[in-house]
């Protein structure tokens, strides 16, 4: 089954379950503990409430009492129906239908709040899930995980048979972690934006940065750009003696131990120097071509040793050249659909598969992001931050309307609070709808630019926009017509009209 064919499985039967939602808690536990924490305080604030009903119902006030029923929360109003009517001498009719007023508007409030928390969360998992379409984009993420798998072990031999087991033991664990296993089927060269002056100077001292762009005319390179440019001269001299006076150079300032030792990104600088001077690096600013070789796309870790239970994992990349982009890595099972088997079909390419050019796109192998594809999800990841900042403020909102309504008779505050709060998920909603970015992730489903585990996680960016959408508009509409409700009503949803205490009604009525 090739990518394609998976993903419109996915399409048909893949729903969010209990299983999904299990997975993206162990992957980002505070999600978990922020829920937990909101659902603590909701507790909290009920049992409380429950407790002082209770409290106030078995006590009987003092003779002379007079306390105004204002003072007393709306809870507690609607646990003490019963005895309120008959100290405020009300008609039954006039006073069920205030109290059932009452309890819907206070109802509504928490379902709204309830809605806005989700739509909040729904937010956050649906920038997980777009943040998953950059997996395994850049440099070579498996490599990188071994060697911090390995550093304790690293100065031993590789024949060592301590060395092999630990390495078993890690590639275990690569192999089980999931991640590692959503490939794109096009991405970056592996010293793409890894190794480039500009994303080693980050932190670094100013003398390591470039003055302008290599092709402008006052270009002056940086200390990594002139090692780079010494390495290169270095192994192009047909010299012997200047070759080794370079050679010297070279490992004087490029590749000696102290070389960068006041550089943030000393390791990744080392390790790109150390790959230009061995075997050059795969950048499209260095490289036209791709190498006989397999030092331009990431290439499968597998355990040492042997062993009849070894399994070899076979690469998953090769090196391909565009005219317009340069080199990058395609997925070697993204091949031009047709009968037989996949591995006698050719690769794909802009001119045979339609998905190609949106699929590259998305990767912006150049790094400049001009294509509409790549353009629309830096807007969703863009967007999606905005979404999800208006939302919190949403959801804060709603907890102070209740607030208000509990406790303070404040009509116009609790109105506006609303009003604001339904504006901001209406910004929510606009900048949703207007961004595209439902638009973009149906199109990435659509195209299917990963594999089928990879398209497995576009899909729920699909369910989860879905819900999103849906969440924040009954959210907006409660919060918008709880508003006015709020400013007509006012404190009549907090207190009963002045009445005197039980016991003092009682003398009065009895002289």
């Given at each position: 089954m090739d990518a394609k064919a998976g993903a419109e499985s996915l399409l048909e039967g893949r729903r969010l379950d209990g299983a999904d939602l299990w997975e993206v808690l162990t992957e980002k536990p505070w999600i978990a503990v922020i829920a937990a924490a909101g659902f603590g305080l909701l507790l909290g604030i009920s049992v409380s409430c429950i407790r002082k009903c209770r409290r106030r119902g078995s006590r009987a006030g003092p003779p002379g009492d007079d306390r105004p029923w204002e003072s007393v929360r709306l809870w507690h109003r609607c646990c003490l129906a019963g005895t309120q009517c008959k100290a405020a001498g009300l008609n039954a009719f006039f006073y069920q239908l205030l109290m059932t007023r009452t309890c819907v508007v206070t109802a509504i409030a928490i379902a709204i709040l309830a809605v806005s928390v989700s739509t909040f969360a729904t937010g956050i998992m649906l920038r997980i899930r777009l943040d998953d379409m950059q997996a395994?984009?850049?440099?070579?993420?498996?490599?990188?995980?071994?060697?911090?798998?390995?550093?304790?072990?690293e100065g031993l031999s590789t024949e060592d048979k301590s060395y092999q087991d630990e390495y078993k033991l890690c590639m275990e664990k690569l192999v089980g972690t999931e991640p590692f296993r959503w490939l794109p089927l096009i991405r970056l060269t592996v010293d793409e934006r890894v190794c480039e002056p500009a994303s080693l100077c980050d932190g670094a001292p100013g003398e390591c940065f470039d003055t302008?762009?290599?092709?402008s005319a006052d270009f002056r390179p940086g200390t990594v750009s002139?090692?780079?440019?010494?390495?290169?001269?270095?192994?192009?001299?047909?010299?012997h003696k200047l070759r080794a006076e370079q050679q010297a150079e070279v490992e004087t300032r490029c590749t000696g131990s102290s070389a960068w030792a006041d550089y943030s990104k000393k390791a990744?600088?080392?390790?790109?120097?150390?790959?230009?001077?061995?075997?050059?690096l795969c950048m499209n600013s260095m490289r036209t071509n791709c190498p006989e070789d397999d030092s331009c796309c990431p290439v499968a870790e597998n355990a040492?040793?042997?062993g009849a239970d070894r399994v070899v994992r076979p690469s998953q990349y090769s090196c391909q050249k565009s005219p317009t982009d340069g080199l990058y890595c395609q997925q070697v099972d993204y091949r031009v659909p047709g009968p037989g088997n996949a591995s006698d079909r050719a690769l794909c390419t802009d001119v045979t598969c339609d998905a190609f050019a949106w699929c590259r796109?998305?990767?912006?192998?150049?790094g400049i992001c001009a294509g509409e594809a790549c353009q629309a999800y830096q807007r969703s990841l863009d967007l999606s931050i905005v979404i999800i900042l208006l939302m919190a403020f949403a959801s804060l909102l709603d907890i102070t309307y209740i607030v208000l309504l509990i406790r303070f008779p404040t009509p116009k505050l609790k109105g506006f609070s609303n009003a604001v709060g339904g504006c901001l998920k209406l910004l929510a909603y606009g900048f949703f709808v207007a961004g595209?970015?439902?638009?973009?992730?149906?199109?990435?489903?659509?195209?299917?630019?990963?594999n089928a585990e990879g398209n497995a996680r576009v899909v729920h960016a699909k369910d989860f926009a879905a819900t999103f959408h849906l969440l924040v508009l009954i959210t907006m509409a409660g919060s918008l017509v709880v508003a006015p409700v709020s400013v007509h009503w006012g404190s009549q949803l907090v207190g009963l009209p002045y009445t005197r205490?039980?016991?003092?009604h009682q003398s009065g009525r009895q002289a």
């Open positions: 395994n984009m850049m440099g070579d993420p498996e490599k990188k995980y071994v060697d911090e798998c390995m550093r304790d072990f302008s762009d290599r092709l002139s090692c780079y440019d010494l390495i290169g001269r270095s192994k192009a001299e047909r010299d990744f600088i080392k390790y790109c120097m150390w790959k230009h001077v061995n075997v050059g040492r040793g042997g796109d998305v990767s912006d192998i150049p595209g970015i439902d638009d973009f992730v149906l199109t990435a489903v659509a195209h299917s630019c990963f205490g039980r016991y003092a």
